[in-house]
């Protein structure tokens, strides 16, 4: 079977996080070390399109500590992490719904 478009929706870092002790900060950062892997994995395998489902309207309605980590990760990942990715597998990201979000530094890098 050819994949042509994998969806993928991330569940679970803040329960991760307390399992692991280890606060929700860092348990966002490494799912962002995660996400690279399996752009990196996807590519091997000819998938042509990759959606990840980053935040949801659910995680926007967390306590406002909770909300920015989440940014601050996200954000760390769009400037720092992916575009070598992207630029090296010769790939393109976009961001959809970020217009949704009332986070203007994420909305920016989205850009």
């Not at 990759?50 to 940014?71: A, C, G, H, I, P």
């Not at 992916?82 to 949704?100: E, K, R």
Request: charged content about 25%.
């Amino acid at each position: 079977m050819i994949v042509k478009h994998l969806g993928i929706i991330p569940d679970g870092n803040r329960r991760w996080a307390r399992q692991h002790n280890i606060t929700n900060l860092e348990a966002y950062y490494l799912f962002t070390d995660h996400i690279c892997d399996i752009i990196r994995a996807v590519n091997e395998i000819n998938v042509d399109m990759l959606t990840f489902y980053v935040v949801s309207k659910e995680n926007l309605k967390r306590n406002e500590q909770d909300v920015f980590d989440v940014f601050q990760a996200v954000n760390s990942m769009l400037l720092q992490k992916i575009p070598p990715i992207v630029d090296n597998l010769q790939a393109q990201i976009h961001c959809v719904g970020i217009d949704a979000i009332d986070n203007e530094e994420l909305k920016n890098t989205a850009k």
